[in-house]
């Protein structure tokens, strides 16, 4: 066997470069395979998270839609509410308007009864008084007692019979 080859100086720097490289390569392809490790587990933490903030957000719309749509229920609720409500209060005024219109009727026709009594009354007096005034003064003229009897019959059938 020959060793002569061995004494070729560019074959040692060949054989140094190549195992420099290998020990330097080595070192820097474990540095940047973890730092690669590294940033890909912070990538997928990240998009984790990320997913975890979009489910979160997904379900906050949905509670948000939710609670909009029973706001409208509870808003269309509460116009019917007020609808019914004001619609008794038209109808209980109308009542009330109605009762009150009955009542000063009511009132009105007693009012109207006791002045034509009353007005009857004081006509039956005056005619009353008037025709004794005038039998008086026919008796005080010697008026025969046959004819001034007659006359006051007379006088009383055409008075209108008070009602007691």
Known sequence: MDFSILDNATLWVGISFILFVLLVIRPLTSMFSKNIDVRISTLKKEIDEA???????????????????????YIEELKKQ???????????????IELAIIRKETNYK?????????LKEKLQNEIMTKTLKFTQSRIEKNISEKH?????????????KQHS
């Not at 004001?86 to 209980?92: G, Y």
């Not at 007693?110 to 009353?118: N, R």
């Not at 001034?148 to 209108?160: Q, R, T, V």
């Open 51 to 73: 997913k975890e903030l979009k489910i979160e957000a997904e379900n906050l719309l949905n509670e948000h839609k939710e609670k909009e749509k029973k706001n409208t229920q």
């Open 82 to 96: 007020t609808k019914k409500e004001a619609k008794d209060i038209e109808e209980r005024i109308k009542k009330e």
């Open 148 to 160: 001034n009897n007659d006359f006051i019959d007379e006088s009383l059938k055409k008075l209108p």
């Open 110 to 118: 007693l009012i109207v009864k006791q002045m034509e009594s009353h």
